[in-house]
């Protein structure tokens, strides 16, 4: 489903990104997790080409972002994102948040996307409140809603941008349990998250990116399973995350 | 001082046909209105456009928006519309170089002058607003914008504007009562707005400070009313767990 083959990527002289291969498979759920600057929230933006990159080829659903006659646009449209900070979109209600882009980008009659959308809301155990604003919602709450956005695009692979960072620790686990039955239905998904809990209940694979590098890239079971296989960098980063 | 006050004169004879002074006051506030909203609407069409101009990843056009708002914000206003009136009528093709100065009267020709003059100042404002409306928002609208398909205009009619424009409503309210109240100049290359029936007013009947303190209060007035109503505009767009309106 997701083919990144050889992705590097420089900031002026700087480089971000160094060889970043890797597959993922229809129904797999791959968890991106490394330290903070080590390039994994830039490589989920690759995919779906909201940062660019100047070597390599990424391939969604068989379209190449490198290829200059993609349609980019387009492209986005079937992959759905979750941001850190939610980003709905402050100055229409939650039913306009669900709908606007399900007429303006897939253009569906109005009445097909309030309807799609309102199930979806549902879905995320929000229905009550679709006529509201997004700053009337709570943050678990609006990142929920922001879940359900993505859907309503009928997403051939979602992207998770550490849906959870920003979030209340009380409001965590509302929005891993929307992701962790999405990820049970069999939808596509990589996620950059440091919910070591969320990776190994759902993940099937998990990379660990160091520096601009994918440094491991390997089963969920196998990941954790023998902790002192990992290589040096992940152990470190491991025994920090997972001694409490 | 010695003065004798007479508030009655506004209701006397002009001496000009069956016109009282009041007359001249009621068409110096329809000048005045007509000059200050046609500019308006320029300035705010045109510095819409620039202010998106300054912010797309694209050099040439940011390069352009920026170059019209130095120009335009760093030469005196006065000294544009002197530009506008005397100067740029004789740069024009010479069918609309007569057509301007011979077809049109001379009312129309220097109203057409202060509009295009006060509008395409005022728009070089406006552009600055728009532009840092847009840039307040936090960069992560966009690009969820962009994540889901929207195209650069998509995001920017959507997205971006809808959410800039309110929050520049404040500043963009003081923009809108500059032009009223910059509409004055044009009473310098002929234009009979307020301020040219004051001072006609004035001349006239030798009744100086009646003529300018109601000037003022006119001015005072519709300044006073124009900032109210923006402020109920404000209120009917604010967003709601959102935007504080006026400072609560």
Known sequence: MISIQN???????????????????????VVVCGPSGSGKSTLIKCVNALEPFQKGDIVVAGTSIADK???LPKLRSRVGMVFQHFELFPHLSITE?????QTKVLGRGKDEAIDKGLKLLDRVGLKAHAHKHP??????????????????????????????????????????????????????????????????KVADRVIFMDRGQIVEDCAKDEFFGDIHARSERAQQFLAKILQH | MNYNWDWGIFFKSTGIGSEIYLDWFVTGFGWTLAVALAAWIVALALGAVLGVLRTVPNRWASGIATTYVEIFRNVPL??????????????????????????????TSAYLS???CLGLFT??????????????????????????????PQIYRHVLLPQAFRIIIPPLTSEFLNIFKNSAVASLIGLMELLAQTKQTAEFSANLFEAFTLATLIYFVLNMGLMLLMRGVEKKVAVPGLMSVGGK
């Not at chain 1, 992705?7 to 759920?29: P, R």
Request: hydrophobic share 50%.
């Open chain 1, 7 to 29: 992705v590097n990527k420089w900031y002026g002289d700087f480089q971000v990104l160094t060889g970043c291969s890797t597959e993922v498979d229809k129904g797999e759920v």
């Open chain 1, 69 to 71: 006659a993609t349609d």
């Open chain 1, 97 to 101: 948040n669900l709908t606007i882009a």
């Open chain 1, 135 to 200: 700053g009337q919602l709570s943050g678990g709450q609006q990142q929920r809603v922001a879940i359900a956005r993505a859907l309503a695009m009928d997403p051939v692979v979602m992207l998770f941008d550490e849906p959870t960072s920003a979030l209340d620790p009380e409001m965590v686990n509302e929005v891993l349990d929307v992701m962790v039955e999405l990820a049970q239905e069999g939808m596509t998904m990589m996620c950059v998250t440091h919910e070591m809990g969320f990776a190994r």
């Open chain 2, 78 to 107: 006065l000294v544009q519309l002197f530009l506008w009136y005397f100067l740029v009528p004789d740069l024009l093709p010479e069918p609309l170089e007569l057509w301007f100065k011979q077809d049109l009267n001379p009312a």
């Open chain 2, 114 to 116: 202060v509009v295009v």
């Open chain 2, 123 to 152: 728009a070089a404002r406006v552009c600055e607003q728009v532009r840092t409306g847009i840039q307040a928002l936090p960069k992560g609208q966009a690009a969820a914008a962009r994540a889901m398909g929207f195209t650069l």
